[in-house]
């Protein structure tokens, strides 16, 4: 059973060696690795595009926020990425009428704890 563990442990250094390159995970294993030497090993995987917040984003809203809060806290982003040409006469009622939606969605999730 210890064999199988240690294999086990083996693959996995190796795994995170091949993920993220980092030599650190060779350390303990023995020299002699045959087609697991690091030569013989894929490069590490380019890392992926940074990610991007965006507020139009409903998947990446929803993830961030979650439940009914996303469309409130959306709609307020919404209005202070717009908020140079909203008319100033305007701003106040705008803002007013999304925290108002705000306020409610709150309710509703205090009301489900």
């Known amino acids: 059973m ?8 083996r693959i996995q250094k ?4 091949a993920q993220t390159g980092n030599e650190a ?13 690091p030569a013989h090993l894929p490069q590490p995987l380019p890392s ?9 984003d409903d998947q990446l809203m929803r993830e961030c926020i979650g439940g009914r809060l ?11 990425e ?8 305007a701003v106040a009622d705008l803002v007013k009428l999304e925290l108002l939606k ?6 509703e999730e205090f009301q489900d704890l």
């Open 48 to 56: 992926g595009d940074p990610l991007v917040f965006d507020i139009y």
């Open 2 to 9: 210890s064999a199988i563990f240690d294999e086990f442990v």
């Open 14 to 17: 190796i795994a995170a060696y």
């Open 25 to 37: 995970f060779l350390k303990d294993l023995p020299a002699p690795m045959g087609y697991n030497d």
């Open 102 to 107: 705000l306020r409610a969605a709150v309710k």
């Open 82 to 89: 717009q908020w140079d040409t909203i008319p100033k006469e």
């Open 70 to 80: 996303t469309k409130p806290v959306q709609a307020l982003l919404s209005t202070l």
